[in-house]
């Protein structure tokens, strides 16, 4: 028997090999791929409230959810197949500055830009129509 320090073990040619270090695979597979920027179930739930209530006042028709690499957007469409009149962006980088949450217009303009959701949200108080 051959002395070794602990840790370390030989190969079938007697090659050393040097110990390695666990890895946490959620970690690494983020690094390879990192998941995307979502909204989570109380952000959503706000969201969904005031979709609803300017579907119920015949303004807003449709929606889509778009999970992206740098930022979550639910964008809301007269109808379907149209570019969308407004979208609601999640971008967490902005979080420290000038806060996550994002209301814009169909031609890119910021309506409102905050750190809390419902604070943003109530851009759409206003009886923002949109112009046919």
Not at 31 to 50: G, M, Y
């Amino acid at each position: 028997m051959t002395e070794q320090p602990e840790g370390q073990r030989q190969d079938a040619e007697g090659a050393d090999k040097s110990p390695t270090s666990v890895v946490d695979l959620e970690i690494y597979r983020q690094s390879l791929d990192p998941l995307p920027v979502t909204f989570h179930r109380r952000e959503l739930d706000a969201i969904l409230w005031i979709y609803g209530r300017m579907v119920g006042e015949g303004d807003w028709r449709d929606y889509a959810i778009d999970h992206l690499k740098d930022k979550a957007v639910f964008s809301v469409f007269k109808r379907a197949g149209e570019y969308p009149l407004y979208r609601i962006e999640k971008n967490p980088k902005l979080a420290a500055k000038q806060g996550a949450f994002a209301v814009v217009a169909t031609d890119g303009r910021i309506l409102k830009r905050g750190h809390d959701l419902k604070q943003v949200l109530k851009v759409f108080d206003k009886s923002l129509k949109a112009h046919d």
